[in-house]
């Protein structure tokens, strides 16, 4: 006995379980200087202080899990993360999560390279007002597989093969379905309902 208690006080201490990464961060000093000039400009309708660094995990189309991240307005960064982990749960195939300023905020790239993305201080195309990603409360999920459609154009053009909404197909989205449920229990309205066209990569929480 007097050799197990001698044993066990000279034994060296087991090392404790490494904390884990928040799941959502203030934006880092390195990270507002890569997002100044490219994704966030003086005058966009959010200040940086109010946005956040949200990290995700998802399937990809190789079935295994990766890690992603997005930049989102605070007050949406914890819903949104709930959303991704239901869609993990759901088994709901993404093919890659950044942040837009990774790809230089340009949004065709990144929707011809299937990138789910959220913040980006952008006008809506052909106007001069801020879209809903300018405020960090919207987001574009499987850009290419979930394209947007107005009468005969497709955009990025090269999703026209994705144009039908078919269930089957993996990361398609699909009205009534488990993702865009996912994002209703949050608030958040989904572009495929829109009348004038179907925005089927976006989700927003004014629907806008």
Same mark, same amino acid.
Not at 1 to 28: G, Y
């Given at each position: 006995?007097?050799?197990?208690?001698?044993?066990?006080?000279?034994?060296?201490?087991?090392?404790?379980?490494?904390?884990?990464? *928040?799941?959502?961060?203030?934006?880092?000093p390195e990270l507002r @200087?890569?997002? @100044?000039?490219? @994704?966030?400009?003086?005058?966009?309708?959010?200040?940086?202080?109010?946005?956040?660094?949200?990290?995700?995990?998802?399937?990809?189309?190789?079935?295994?899990?990766?890690?992603?991240?997005?930049?989102?307005?605070?007050?949406? #960064?914890?819903?949104?993360?709930?959303? =991704?982990?239901?869609?993990?749960?759901?088994?709901?195939?993404?093919?890659?999560? #950044?942040?837009?300023?990774?790809?230089?905020?340009?949004?065709?790239?990144?929707?011809?390279?299937?990138?789910?993305?959220?913040? !980006?201080?952008?006008?809506?195309?052909?106007?001069?007002?801020?879209?809903?990603?300018? @405020?960090?409360?919207?987001?574009?999920? !499987?850009?290419?597989?979930? *394209?947007?459609?107005?009468?005969?154009?497709?955009?990025?053009?090269?999703?026209?093969? =994705?144009?039908?909404?078919? *269930?089957?197909? #993996?990361?398609?989205?699909?009205?009534?379905?488990?993702?865009?449920?996912? =994002?209703?229990?949050?608030?958040?309205?989904?572009?495929? !309902?829109?009348?004038?066209?179907?925005?089927?990569?976006?989700?927003?929480?004014?629907?806008?």
């Open positions: 006995m007097i050799l197990l208690l001698l044993a066990l006080a000279t034994a060296p201490a087991l090392a404790e379980d490494p904390v884990p990464p *928040p799941r959502v961060e203030a934006l880092s @200087t890569a997002m @100044t000039g490219v @994704t966030w400009k003086e005058g966009c309708p959010v200040p940086l202080d109010d946005l956040r660094l949200v990290h995700v995990r998802y399937l990809g189309p190789d079935d295994a899990v990766h890690d992603g991240a997005l930049v989102l307005h605070k007050d949406q #960064a914890q819903p949104v993360a709930g959303v =991704f982990d239901n869609l993990l749960a759901l088994r709901f195939v993404i093919t890659k999560v #950044a942040p837009a300023y990774t790809y230089g905020g340009d949004d065709d790239a990144m929707m011809k390279d299937n990138v789910t993305s959220a913040f !980006n201080c952008r006008m809506v195309a052909g106007t001069h007002t801020y879209s809903e990603h300018s @405020t960090g409360q919207a987001l574009d999920l !499987n850009p290419l597989w979930n *394209p947007w459609v107005h009468g005969d154009k497709v955009d990025p053009p090269e999703a026209l093969p =994705f144009v039908d909404r078919d *269930p089957t197909r #993996a990361g398609t989205i699909v009205a009534e379905g488990p993702v865009v449920a996912a =994002f209703r229990a949050i608030g958040w309205r989904w572009g495929g !309902n829109w009348q004038r066209s179907k925005d089927y990569q976006h989700f927003s929480l004014s629907g806008r």
